[in-house]
């Protein structure tokens, strides 16, 4: 997001580690806040880039990992025309379409995700939501996966011969954070040492503020 509160999008469903395109957003160019989403892609939506995250719309980016089964089911939630919108076909995608459809009708961001969660968490059987919510004044951080199981078959699949990241097999779904002395603050998955960072609580969503990364925590 550039310092004028407007966000912009890369990305691409290919290996990110060589990319010149990535490491020039990560390291040079100037933000105020930044989604990163980087992962294994699920195998049956593997190089469509219009399902790779962070999704944009109306100045709004949301990253997830997780899963919310049956898909099925849960399309039957949004309209042709909202799931056109995102332009993806996951259960991400459906997801933000249902975030944005409460903003429009007039709630905040917060709240749109709070309610979506706590639907969502209602109508499925143990969905797993781990969610970063960007716009111009708040990030938005959901860690909701009591109950949900690890996906090991994803991984036995992925194509990494069991190399996988830091975390994978122990804690997949574990939500860290750490605050700067200078006031910047990381919220982090899996997939880095946290030695040190503090536990995003389960079922929590958690907003910061942009302006001065002020906290508010809500259950879910």
Same mark, same amino acid.
């Given at each position: 997001?550039?310092?004028?509160?407007?966000?912009?999008? /890369?990305?691409?469903?290919?290996?990110?580690?060589?990319?010149?395109?990535? @490491?020039?957003?990560? @390291?040079?160019?100037?933000?105020?806040?930044?989604?990163?989403?980087?992962?294994?892609?699920?195998?049956?939506?593997?190089?469509?880039?219009?399902?790779?995250?962070?999704?944009?719309?109306?100045?709004?980016?949301?990253?997830?990992?997780?899963?919310?089964?049956?898909?099925?089911?849960?399309?039957? /939630?949004?309209?042709?025309?909202?799931?056109?919108?995102?332009?993806?076909?996951?259960?991400?995608?459906?997801?933000?379409?249902?975030?944005?459809?409460?903003?429009?009708?007039?709630?905040? *961001?917060?709240?749109?995700?709070?309610?979506?969660?706590?639907?969502?968490?209602?109508?499925?059987?143990?969905?797993?939501?781990?969610?970063?919510?960007?716009?111009?004044?708040?990030?938005?951080?959901?860690?909701?996966?009591?109950?949900?199981?690890?996906?090991?078959?994803?991984?036995? @699949?992925?194509?990494?011969?069991?190399?996988?990241?830091?975390?994978?097999?122990?804690? /997949? /779904?574990?939500?860290?954070?750490?605050?700067?002395?200078?006031?910047?603050?990381?919220?982090?998955?899996?997939?880095?040492?946290?030695?040190?960072?503090? *536990?995003?609580?389960?079922?929590?969503?958690?907003?910061?503020?942009?302006?001065?990364?002020?906290?508010?925590?809500?259950?879910?």
């Amino acid at each position: 997001m550039s310092r004028g509160g407007r966000l912009e999008r /890369y990305r691409t469903p290919h290996e990110g580690a060589d990319d010149p395109h990535l @490491t020039e957003v990560l @390291t040079v160019r100037p933000t105020v806040a930044r989604i990163t989403h980087l992962r294994m892609a699920t195998h049956w939506t593997v190089d469509l880039t219009e399902n790779s995250h962070p999704f944009l719309a109306d100045n709004i980016a949301l990253a997830h990992n997780g899963s919310i089964h049956p898909i099925e089911r849960l399309r039957e /939630y949004v309209t042709t025309a909202e799931a056109e919108r995102i332009d993806g076909t996951t259960d991400t995608a459906i997801m933000f379409a249902l975030i944005l459809r409460r903003v429009g009708q007039g709630d905040t *961001l917060f709240d749109a995700t709070i309610a979506t969660v706590r639907m969502l968490r209602a109508d499925f059987d143990h969905p797993g939501i781990n969610l970063l919510v960007l716009n111009a004044e708040e990030m938005i951080v959901v860690h909701a996966t009591s109950g949900t199981p690890i996906p090991y078959k994803n991984f036995d @699949t992925s194509g990494t011969g069991g190399e996988l990241s830091l975390d994978h097999k122990d804690h /997949y /779904y574990r939500m860290s954070w750490l605050r700067f002395d200078h006031g910047a603050m990381i919220v982090s998955s899996s997939g880095l040492d946290h030695r040190g960072w503090s *536990l995003v609580e389960q079922n929590t969503a958690m907003r910061l503020t942009v302006a001065d990364g002020s906290e508010t925590v809500v259950g879910v």
